[in-house]
Antibody, heavy 124, light 108 residues
């Protein structure tokens, strides 16, 4: 059974960097049949896919246009986890952040399972 | 971008009743690449349906999905107390992948 465990601070100051980690059990971050994603949910934006990392003989990343200039998702094979960094945050980035495994069908796919979610508030 | 509109926003029903949730797409969703999720307060979303009608592992058969093109439906045949939650649809047929705004199923 695959489980995802998120960790990271719940409060970030404006202009600083939001950093979250998602630890994987029951699967490998280096699996060549899935992708590892970050998704957020806020009242104003609903559910929003942010980006993913995946391994297909080498590492790839895809990012949403809305955050492309500010986001980095990195795998950590030594700890079997992946991370999210979102730079220059504003109060608009306040949301519940989820990590999730994607099973791709062609380019995209469905998400299962999801991490427990982390409420990140951007405030001074 | 495909916009997914879910209706109704809130569905008030009693345990044992049938729930019918709609997800309408602004453009055709290719190959019925549509998923449904359930989210309860304080919990992670749970995959219910993928490919418009395939139940995920461990999902009870009272949950069923149907539809194609631009109109999709999630049906809960008889509501159990644990089914009162928020439900979301998601399309993965084209970029960017998108989610609906959700339907809350509440106890009447």
């Amino acid at each position: 059974q695959v489980q995802l465990q998120q960790s990271g601070p719940g409060l970030v100051k404006p202009s600083q960097t939001l950093s979250l980690t998602c630890a994987i059990s029951g699967d490998s971050v280096s699996s060549n049949s899935v992708a590892w994603n970050w998704i957020r949910q806020s009242p104003s934006r609903g559910l929003e896919w942010l980006g993913r990392t995946y391994y297909r003989s080498k590492w790839y990343n895809d990012y949403a246009e809305s955050v492309k200039s500010r986001i980095t998702i990195n795998p950590d094979t030594s700890k079997n986890q992946f991370s999210l960094q979102l730079n220059s945050v504003t109060p608009e980035d306040t949301a519940v952040y989820y990590c999730a495994r994607m099973t791709p069908v062609t380019t995209w796919g469905w998400f299962d399972p999801w991490g427990q979610g982390t409420l990140v508030t951007v405030s001074s | 971008e495909i916009v997914l509109t879910q209706s109704p926003g809130t569905l008030s029903l009693s345990p044992g009743e049938r729930a019918t949730l709609s997800c309408r797409a602004s453009q055709s969703v290719s190959s019925s690449y549509l998923a449904w999720y359930q989210r309860k307060p304080g919990q992670a979303p749970r995959l219910l349906i993928y490919g418009a009608s395939s139940r995920a592992a461990g999902i009870p058969d009272r949950f069923s999905g149907s539809g194609s093109g631009t109109d999709f439906t999630l049906t809960i045949s008889r509501l159990e107390p644990e089914d009162f939650a928020v439900y979301y649809c998601q399309q993965y047929g084209s970029s960017p992948l998108t989610f609906g705004g959700g339907t809350k199923v509440e106890i009447k």
